[in-house]
């Protein structure tokens, strides 16, 4: 069983303390890629000192391969999904990269990483507590669409407000932010903080596949 009030601590102290860094670094210390870094750094020792303050008995690792074999049916579309999204998520680089060249594919990525921020943590969260969640509830349908329902209230909740704050403002945060030289990122973010709504309308899809048995 998951304990999701853990993991939902776990994946926010993560979060708040990759949120701290990286601005305490843009500050502090240099208004740079190096920033980003840092962040995330910080975001995993953080969960991985939580985790073991959270969950206190002593963690070991098994070998045994063979319990895998009746997973492997439904592990390979999963890993199908985690491959397929790898790929989706740098073509856009490449592409931006080969016709724009290297300076407009860092603003583009700055935008991109900058535009996910308020919502990558929920994508962990709905990956693994909704998975879990739905995964006890495959036989009671109207449960489903009813949690199916808030999630999406809660997606939009959050993800509305930052597209219209990057819509009305962007210039405004990334001078704050970043200083003068990063104001070429303003365009791609309002295109992007759109994007990450209905990339994060698909994350709360996909658990609810996975957890009725149908991957594919």
Known sequence: NIDFKKVFIRDNVGQLFYILVTFIWIFFVSKSFWALLAGHVARYIASTIITYVLIPYKQVFSFRFAKLKSLFGYAKWTTGQNILDYILGVLDSLYIGRLLGPYRLGLYGKAKEISFMPVSPLFTIFDKVGFAAYAKL???????????????????????????????????????????????????????????IFSSLVAISRPIFDAMGHPK
């Open 138 to 196: 495959q036989d009671k349908l109207e449960k489903i669409q009813d949690g199916f329902v808030k999630t999406f209230n809660v997606v939009i909740t959050i993800t509305l407000p930052v597209f219209f704050l990057f819509l009305a403002e962007g210039g405004l945060i990334i001078q704050l932010a970043l200083g003068q030289k990063w104001l070429g990122i303003v365009a791609p973010l309002k295109i992007l903080a759109a994007v990450a």
